[in-house]
């Protein structure tokens, strides 16, 4: 380990940072970023103050990743607009629409350009039922009274 980080210089901590702020483009996590920004701090650290021990450079660095990326996931929880973003089905409870197919998997529903599973009752093609819940991706319709 001392061999590996013995020469160190602070172009090398500027080039990891670099290293892992690339690897974050492709990652989409805000992991490597952080990471990376700290490597950047610990270069800048061993440009101006050059003897700073291997020791403590790799101490810096965990210690600045550490408190990065945890700050970071506290601060700036993810937020999202849509709360129902992975439950696309509920967005159509109290929607009526057209049975389309029949087959041995159940009824299909005309959605928007798309077909939906659909359960619940009874259906014949051309009928309209109106939903009512969601199990999974199917939806529960039941008939509209003529």
């Not at 061999?3 to 892992?20: E, I, R, S, T, Y």
Request: charged share 15%.
């Amino acid at each position: 380990m001392e061999a590996l980080f013995a020469d160190f210089d602070f172009w090398h901590w500027l080039v990891l940072g670099l290293a892992l702020i690339i690897i974050e483009l492709f990652a989409w996590s805000t992991f490597f970023l952080w990471m990376g920004i700290s490597a950047v701090v610990v270069g800048i650290l061993l440009y101006l103050s050059p003897n700073i021990s291997w020791e403590m450079q790799l101490l810096i660095f965990a210690f600045l990743s550490i408190v990065t990326i945890y700050a970071v996931k506290k601060l700036f929880k993810v937020k999202t607009i849509d709360t129902q973003l992975n439950e696309r089905a509920s967005r159509h409870i109290g929607n009526v629409y057209t049975v389309a197919e029949l087959d041995n998997n159940g009824a299909k529903v005309k959605v928007g350009d798309s077909l939906w599973l659909a359960k619940g009752c009874d259906m014949v093609i051309g009928q309209q039922v109106k939903v009512v819940g969601t199990d999974s991706t199917t939806l529960i319709v039941e008939e509209i009274p003529k």
